[in-house]
């Protein structure tokens, strides 16, 4: 019975993710100049899914969780909050490194969506996307 | 002529830096007079058509109130100096103003004054003109020499000491030998370089009546920052800017496509 219980969790959880590797792996795909749309939870400094065009090094991608909490929760967050007063919170972030461009952009919940592409990566489109990915993960239902 | 350029070419500098959107991410297409239209109605007519249901979108959400200055300061600027473009403006500038009796306070202008705080955008993009692109280091120190104090707080720092500091926000200037540390770990995910671009989004936390946190995105799409913190690494001409958010994006997409440019420029030397 426990067996059962266990199994059921794991195909609902699983079936969650997946829901939502599809929005992320389908928005990915409509994102101009994006090789890789993520879900990242800056707090702990991982990716939680991701989707990428062309095979990416797993490092490349976790890269974007370390970025993330370094831009939206880490040092750069605290310092330049406390510059600005204390009241105030990193909810977006642009880095352009060369001719790649990441873009982080704070969601409702814990979670950022992380994208890396180049110089051509569409900052409204990632704009666009973003609402439905975090729609979806406030519903739960991810589909 | 404003800042050497003439009416025409601002009008089109504003078009080139907002974009048209996804196909065209740093830049425009090119445009094309249609008969007995003078470039610069063209550009009034584009300008109608595209960027000012964008803006309304962004003023709908309590942003892009400086580029709507900014495009007044333009058209405005253009039809003092055409002198016979109020008809082609009129219609823009009246729907500008038709947005300024939305949620957001506006401050009509008379045709014949240009608002006044127009400094640092308009200023900031002119070097998006010149051809071939500049490096973004020339780009950069054009953006220091023409910026307006009033409108954005700047600091100008080398290897994290601090050279000057403009506008009220001193207690930016701890951030100087910060930033430099910052971009040294932001490694780019596939190079491994160091960024030189950093652009960090802000808002106020205040008391969270539902209990969400902030967020830069909402359920339609808006964002909710307000302060956009930009640090651009470029060696003794390294800067931190803060200024309204709502110009975050005409930022970012110049200095992407001053990096994009430079970066091709290598590629072909190679």
Known sequence: ??????????????????????????????????????????????????AGGRKRPREQIDQLGASAALLLRGVVAQALTQAEGGDRRVVGALVVTGAETEVFLQGPGAEVLSAHGGGDLCLDGMAEVAPAIFAALGDGVGG | MIGGLTGEEA????????????????????????????MTEAVLRRIAGIILPRRLHLETAGQGRLQLDVMRGVIHRACDEAGDLSCAAGPILARLDGLAEGPVTWRVTPLTEPPASVGLPVSALFSRLHEPPLPPE??????????????????????????????????????????????????GSGSGEEARFILLLTAETGPAVDGSSPTMVSGDGAGAADMATL????????????????????????????????????RDRV
Not at chain 1, 11 to 34: K, P
Not at chain 2, 173 to 180: E, N, R, S, V
């Open chain 1, 1 to 50: 019975m426990l067996n059962l219980a266990v199994c059921l969790t794991a195909a609902l959880v699983g079936a969650l993710m997946m829901s939502v590797q599809d929005r992320i792996a389908e928005a990915r795909g409509r994102l101009a100049g994006c090789d890789t749309l993520a879900l990242v939870d800056p707090d702990m400094a991982i990716v939680l899914c991701a």
């Open chain 2, 11 to 38: 009008l089109r500098l504003a078009l080139l830096t907002w974009g048209e959107g996804d196909d065209a991410p740093t830049g425009a297409r090119p445009l094309t007079p249609q008969a007995g239209e003078s």
């Open chain 2, 138 to 187: 020339e780009v950069l120190a054009r953006f220091l020499d023409r910026l307006d104090p009033e409108d954005a707080a700047l600091l100008v720092f080398e290897r994290g000491v601090v050279r000057r500091i403009e506008g009220a926000d001193s207690a930016l200037a701890p951030l100087a030998a910060f930033a430099t540390t910052m971009a040294a770990s932001l490694q």
């Open chain 2, 231 to 266: 640090i651009v690494l470029g060696g003794a001409n390294s800067a931190l800017l803060r200024f309204d958010a709502g110009l975050a994006k005409p930022v970012a997409d110049l200095w992407r496509d001053c990096l994009s440019q430079e970066a091709i420029s290598e």
